[in-house]
């Protein structure tokens, strides 16, 4: 069978023909509820617990509101439902604004169970959730945060009822949006490489130090917010202190928290958001990989896997990595 290549990508299912970003991730989505039953049962159950559909049903995407001159994602109305979903690719929680005039869209609606769902990046569910802890909207609004990957697990065993033909389209859904639900390049061989420094850290307890972090722990945090640092986590991570390469690490998985004393006893609570990586087991080169003279101080560098085990320096290793992709 012919192979259908789109823009360098191969074309997995039909969804795969619309793109990749969270207009494109509404419009499937959109599509494959009103394709399903057992689909749109789910995800009202999952919104909604024990709330009874009713018929008919109406999914709406891209509503433009003349009142409020806005548009949501995707609405859900039933005579029994409605549900206004925010989809993000990001982790970014509605503005003010935003919430204000869903609930002006509620109250014109008038239906008796009324939901916010906002679908968020994988990781990102108990922050977004804190984040929107402020808002305390007028009965019977309440509202839901659910990942794309959560969505994903659903949309699949959706999968196994109903008719053989949206059995089949439901689960070239879940694949489109699943290959979709990881922003990183879960394909990447560049790794992330960052200094660690044995002090204390700023208001933690000082027994624990960056370099604990990973080695006792196996985690490492970053800002999730801040220039000059990755808006994705990396797909491989890497460690320098005391001069030399210590240990490179697979991101086996990723949250985003603002507390990160309920990971590690003691420290204190952020104002900024942070990226919390889980590592896989130590990659280690079987040579001494030092420093070099182009990577100084605290400097974070890209550099191709293949490059950074094989190098006499982590410098050589980052200067070739910039040469290939000249």
Do not use: C
């Amino acid at each position: 069978m012919a192979e259908l290549v789109l823009h360098g990508r191969p074309v997995e299912t039909v969804f795969d023909l619309l793109g990749r970003d969270e207009n494109d991730m509404t419009y499937a989505l959109g599509w494959g509820l009103t394709h399903n039953a057992a689909a749109l049962a789910a995800f009202v159950e999952r919104s909604a617990p024990g709330t009874a559909l009713g018929e008919p049903v109406v999914v709406d995407l891209q509503q433009h509101d003349r009142e409020d001159g806005g548009y949501t994602d995707i609405e859900v109305i039933s005579p029994e439902f409605h549900v206004i979903v925010e989809a993000k690719r990001g982790w970014g929680p509605p503005s003010a604004g935003q919430l204000r005039r869903y609930e002006a869209r509620f109250a014109r609606a008038d239906r008796p169970v009324q939901r916010v769902v906002v679908l968020t990046q994988n990781g990102a569910e108990s922050l977004v959730r804190h984040q929107l802890g402020p808002w305390e909207p007028p009965a019977p609004i309440k509202a839901a945060v659910v990942s794309w990957s959560d969505l994903v697990l659903l949309l699949r065993e959706a999968g196994r009822r109903g008719p053989l033909a949206e059995r089949r389209l439901v689960r070239e859904l879940a694949s489109y949006l699943g290959g979709l639900a990881d922003m990183r390049n879960t394909e990447s061989n560049q790794v992330y490489v960052v200094s660690l420094s044995s002090d204390p850290l700023g208001g933690w307890p000082a027994s624990i130090t960056a370099i604990q972090v990973v080695t006792d722990f196996g985690r490492y945090f970053f800002p999730a917010a801040a220039a000059g640092w990755p808006k994705v986590p990396p797909n491989y991570v890497a460690f320098r202190y005391w001069g030399t390469l210590q240990s490179i690490h697979h991101v086996d998985d990723y949250t985003i928290i603002d507390n990160p004393s309920e990971h590690f006893p003691g420290a204190p609570t952020r104002s900024d958001p942070l990226f919390l990586l889980t590592l896989g087991p130590a990659i280690k080169p079987d040579h001494e990989v030092r420093t070099g003279n182009t990577i100084r101080r605290a400097a974070r560098a890209w550099i191709d896997l293949d490059l950074l085990l094989t190098s006499k320096t982590i410098s050589a290793a980052s200067e070739l990595s910039k040469a290939r992709r000249a």
